[in-house]
């Protein structure tokens, strides 16, 4: 499993035969179809491998500051997409990325992540306005990633300068605190 991860992460996923798995991870190909039907069933648990971890490194300690805890989340999603260049493609639209498992995975683990954001906020009672902006703020940090993966035009920290400041002006336009709307430093 952790050679498919590895394999389905970092080329497209039409290019990984179960046989490469095999070669890769050191065993027969007849033992990797042991543990794992067909490719496809491969497939689905290397993305839930691979989203659990991009989840786990996004969620750092929660005693830290919620500046400092929230770009320490974003630089750590970066550099999981850094070490899994193919993973976001493949597993948001890629080849194999399309069908209906691949997308229920990917969505609850975005659940889980706007949940878990609009938790440390504060918010126990979430407009459907503020889930939709928190949503959509996350399709936004996917999107810049896979930008800054091919062409590296900014740096690292103009990145995430930039995805923090995209959350406050959506949250600004979607939760009308004080803080947020006066410009002030308002972070989950």
Known sequence: LTTAVKL?????????SMADVAREAGVSKALAFRYFENKRALFLEAVATALEEMEAGSDPDPGLPADRRFREGLSEYLAVSERYPHALRSFMAGDLGR??????LVQAA?????DRI????????PTPRLRHAVRSWLQFVRAC???????HEVSRDTLIDLEIATFRAAVAQSLPLPDVADGGPFLP
Not at 118 to 125: L, Q, S
Not at 145 to 151: A, R, S, T, V
């Open 8 to 16: 389905f992460t970092t080329r497209p996923a039409s290019e990984v």
């Open 110 to 114: 975005s659940a889980r992540t706007v």
């Open 99 to 104: 069908g209906p498992e691949v997308q229920a």
């Open 145 to 151: 990633n896979m930008e800054w993966l091919e062409h």
């Open 118 to 125: 609009i938790a440390r906020m504060g918010v126990t009672e």
